[in-house]
């Protein structure tokens, strides 16, 4: 194929208005931004019979699942898939997993097993751990951590498949001590019907696997339907439609975030090789949609990493969608210095920051906002995504100026042992009543009283 010619949008930090234009690029990928594809769009007139927001499609799928059950999740796995399951054909049968196991390349089983072994490590590493604090007069406090009983893993299955997902969100979840986990993904040949995501699912020990996706599966999770027990938590990947339903159960259910389209900001300085560059923010772009953005304050780099993309787009299976996506959400900036760049990274708060210039390390303290940090040339987002440690499920849209990427700890719930002897409670005691005094609340007050009287 010929090179092309990207129409990727470009600002100038140095006279443009880059607040607004980095504002307009985030809310796009909002999910208030409805990405939603043009057949996605047709899909929802053909099972709505009109044009509904994201929002009003996913209330409606999930008040039709808490009110009607399972019937609900099969008719629109039908509507919306494309596919007639039953009650009987919903699960994955235990034979199908062992089966896809068995045909599995040992190569294969190879590297999820290395994969697991590094996200165990790392997972296990960082747990929270059960803290005491002992005081005087027989008085301990303790903060102890258990993992929830039940956890609903979201996985991808529209436009390829994602074993890697399975990895990165069960393995965190039995590193936590998680007893139940349950794969959720569409029946699709990229889904519940792809043969190297049952495989990782036997591999990794886990049993409950069911075909169905979108916000049907969500909404099945939460609010437990025939044959499909009430989750605790609802953690993973998906699209908007995926994100809204998240959204709309929280409360039934915790969830992780509520994820929008995948991102990188790279920043690159004169050192930053162009062509690693492009590989790098054409990765991202191909999630389409998926926004890739470069920060430099070298003109020369930004040329460079432009000719580098229009050669190496022309080159991908997934060319048509990844131009579309870097047209519709990549950007090229061009900062004063590295200062400037720093802080606008800062403000974008990306999903995936990658600082691939001379002095990586040292820049990394200026960006504090952003769901994982890749440094240095030889650190690209595809290992964080696929292999390092660390769960590929991050912050997206902004939200790592607070949120956090999923981890083991996310799959634990905390709560406090508070235990006092008649002295500890005698030596307490005043400050107790007089709170209680300057609240009102006398009944308060009396439970202390009638033990120190």
């Known amino acids: 194929m010929a090179e092309i010619a990207l129409n990727i949008a470009r600002i100038d930090a140095r006279r443009d208005d880059v607040v607004a234009e980095l504002a307009a690029l985030r809310e796009k990928l909002s999910p208030r931004g409805n990405v939603v594809s043009e057949a996605g769009r047709r899909r929802t007139i053909d099972t709505f ?124 979840a039995l590193a936590a001590g998680v007893k139940e986990l349950v794969v959720v993904a569409p029946p699709t040949p990229f889904g519940s019907y792809n043969a190297d995501l049952l495989a990782t699912c036997h591999e990794l020990g886990v049993t409950e696997v069911y075909r169905m996706g979108g916000a049907q599966a969500v909404a099945a999770m939460a609010y437990g339907v025939e044959g499909i027990p009430q989750v605790d938590k609802i953690v993973g990947p998906g699209n908007l439609f995926v994100a809204l339903a998240k959204k709309h159960v929280y409360g039934e259910v915790d969830i992780d975030s509520i994820a929008g389209p995948s991102e990188v900001v790279v920043i690159a300085d004169e050192t930053t090789r162009p062509d690693y560059t492009a590989a790098d923010l054409l990765a991202q772009a191909e999630h389409a949609p998926g926004a890739s953005i470069l920060i430099t304050w070298s003109p020369e780099t930004l040329e460079a990493t432009y000719a580098e993309l229009n050669r190496q787009v022309a080159q991908l299976e997934r060319c048509d969608l990844t131009v579309q996506s870097l047209e519709a959400f990549g950007c090229l900036i061009l900062a004063e210095d590295a200062e400037q760049a720093c802080r606008l990274a800062n403000e974008i708060a990306p999903e995936h920051l990658h600082i691939a210039t001379d002095n990586a390390e040292s820049l990394l303290d200026q960006i504090p906002n952003a769901g994982a940090t890749f440094l240095g040339n030889y650190a690209p987002v595809a290992l964080g995504d696929y292999a390092a440690g660390p769960s590929h499920v991050l912050p997206t849209g902004g939200t790592a100026r607070w949120a956090s990427g999923l981890s083991a700890n996310d799959f634990l719930r905390s709560s406090s042992v508070i235990h006092y002897s008649e002295a500890g409670i005698r030596a307490i005691a005043p400050h107790v009543q007089r709170m209680a005094d300057k609240e009102g609340l006398t009944a308060h007050r009396r439970s202390v009283d009638i033990r120190v009287s």
């Open 49 to 172: 019979g009109e044009p509904l927001s994201p929002q009003q499609v996913v209330e409606r799928i999930c008040h039709e699942v808490q009110t009607e059950g399972l019937a609900a999740v099969l008719r629109y796995g039908e509507k919306l898939d494309g596919k007639q399951l039953t009650a009987e054909t919903i699960r994955v049968p235990q034979a199908e997993l062992v089966a896809a196991h068995a045909a599995a390349a040992p190569e294969f089983l190879e590297t999820i097993r290395k994969i697991r072994e590094n996200i165990w490590q790392f997972q296990t590493a960082i747990l929270h751990q059960d803290v005491q604090v002992d005081r005087a007069d027989g008085v301990y406090l303790r903060q102890r951590y258990l993992p929830l009983q039940r956890a609903g893993l979201c996985v991808p299955g529209g436009a390829a498949a994602y074993p890697s997902t399975v990895l990165m969100t069960a393995v965190p």
